[in-house]
C-alpha cells in the first residue's frame, strides 16, 4: 500500500506543476476542468509515469497540458515541450507530403509506382505492376506485415525495399487491409525521387517550418535534446524503463520525434482544411482526399478492440488516418506505438476539434479513452467512463492472452530431448529475407543471436524445439524449431515460423 500511495502522490505533484494553456476557453471552463480531473485519476488507473495532451477547438488551442514525469521514480516533469516519438501518427504526414505533389501536378494518385521508382520489385509481378501512389499509403497490397525487415534486422532502407521482392502475398491485392509499415518507406522514396529531397527535409521545409514546429525532429538521429521522455513497459505489473525504440529504418512510417505543443500545430491545421498562419499546406480538394474513407476495413481484427465498446457502423482507412462513426460523427485518428511510446492523433473538422495525446508507457490505451472523454466532453455531450470500460477491456484481452498461451504450454510433451548433442546445433544459419542467425553452444547452453542485434538465450522445450528468450526482457519468448537433413544433420531453423538454412 505505501509504494502504491507514493507513486500516487508522485503523479499528482507533477500534474499540478505541469505547464498549462488554456487561452480564450471560458466556455469550456467546465468541461476543461473535467477533463484535467480525468486525465489525473486515468494517470494513475493505468499506472503512466507521464503524458502530454492538447485539445483544439473552433480555430484554437484550448487545453494544453502535461501530467507526470518524463522518467519513473524522476521529478523532471512531462509538459507540452517533452519530446517524445510521434511513431504512426507520422503517417498523416507523410501522406499530405504526397498530395503536395499531387497538387504541384509532379505525380498522381493513380499513377504506378513503378513510374517513379522503376527497380522497385514485389514477389508478384502483376502487383509489381498494378501498384498505384494511392496503394502506398492504405495498407492494401496484399502484403502481410514485414516489420522483422526493420525490427528484426539493422539493414539500409533500400535493402528493406529490395528484399520486399521475397516477401511472398499473404492475401490477393486489394482485396482487404493489413497494416504495412514498409509501403509507407515506398511513399518516402518517392516524394524524394519526384521532388529532389530527401523525406526528411521533405517534411522539414513543407510542414514542420511552415507551421512553426521548432521542438519536431523527423528523425530520432536529429534529437538534441534534454526535455526527452523515457519509454516504460507494465511488465507482469510492474512498470520498468526500456530502451528507446527508433524508426529511423522506416521514417516516412514513424521517425518523427516531437512535443504536444508542436503537434497541436499539426492537428489545429488539419482542423481546417490544412489552413495555417500565412497560407496552407493542400488545396481543399487534396486535403479532403486525405480524410476520405479510401479502404474499408472488413476485417476486425485489423481494427482497434475499441470497436467492441463504440460500435462503429464503418470503420475505414483514408491517407495515413484511420476513421470511424461516433454519435453521428466521423472521427479521423491515428494511433502511434512504439516500444514504450504511444500517441493518437484525432481530428473533427465538421466540429472544429482535434485532439493530441504523448505518452510514455507502451500500449497503454488510455489513449484511446481521453480520445473519446475529449469527444463526449466538448462534441457529443457523452458521459461514459471510457478509461473504466476501456481498462476492463483491454485486461480482458491479456487474460485470454495467458489463457490461451497457458493451453498452448499445456501441450507440450514431457520428458523428451534434442535429437543431437547440443552443439551439433551450433553454426550460422541464413535466409535472404530474414538475414543471418548464429548459434553457439556453451557450458550445455544455446545461445542465438538474430542478425547480430537480437540475442537469445535458448532453453529447451521438446524434441527439437527451443523457447528463445531475448535479453529484452519485455519481449516475448520465441519458438525455435531445428529441423533435420536426410542425413541426420541440423538442416535448418525456424524462428516464429522464419526459416533459416544452416551453412
Partial sequence: MKIIFSYTLIFLFISTISFSQQKNNSQYSASIKAFDAYCQQGL?????????????????????????????????????????????????????????????????????????????????????????????????SGVGNTDYLWGNMDIPSDEILHRMRLVEPTYSFRSGFIYQNIFYLVAGQMIEKVSGMPWDKFVEQRIF?????????????????????????????TIIEIDMWRADAVAPAGSVFSCVDDMSKWILCMCDSSKYNGGRL??????????????????????YPTQTLTHPNFTAYGYGWFQQDYMGRKINFHTGSLDGDIAIACVIPEEHFGFYILGNLDHAELRHALMFKSIDLFVTGGNRDWSREFLKLYQSIKDSSKKYQKEADAKRVLNTKPTLPLENYAGTYSSPLYGEVVVEENNNELKMNINHILPLTLTHWNYDTFKGHYSKSHWLPSMILFSLSTEGKIASVEIDGQKFVKQ
Fill in 44 to 140: 494513475i488507473d493505468w499506472k503512466m509515469p507521464g503524458m502530454a495532451v492538447a485539445i483544439i477547438k473552433d480555430g484554437k488551442v484550448i487545453f494544453e497540458k502535461g501530467y507526470g514525469v518524463r522518467k519513473l521514480n524522476g521529478t523532471d516533469a512531462f509538459d507540452p515541450q517533452t519530446i517524445f516519438g510521434i511513431a504512426s501518427t507520422t503517417k498523416a504526414m507523410t501522406a499530405a507530403c504526397i498530395a503536395m505533389l499531387v497538387d504541384e501536378g509532379k505525380l498522381q494518385w493513380t499513377d504506378p509506382v513503378i513510374k517513379y521508382l522503376p527497380d522497385f520489385q514485389l514477389y508478384d509481378s502483376y502487383v509489381t505492376r498494378e501498384l498505384q501512389v494511392r496503394d502506398l499509403l492504405l495498407h492494401n
Fill in 209 to 237: 517550418i511552415p507551421l512553426g514546429m521548432s521542438r519536431t525532429f523527423p528523425l530520432y538521429a536529429n534529437v538534441n535534446d534534454s526535455n526527452q521522455a523515457t519509454p516504460h513497459f507494465n511488465l507482469n505489473g
Fill in 282 to 303: 493542400l488545396s481543399p480538394d487534396s486535403w479532403k482526399q486525405l480524410l476520405k474513407p479510401q479502404e474499408i476495413i472488413k476485417d476486425e481484427d485489423e481494427y
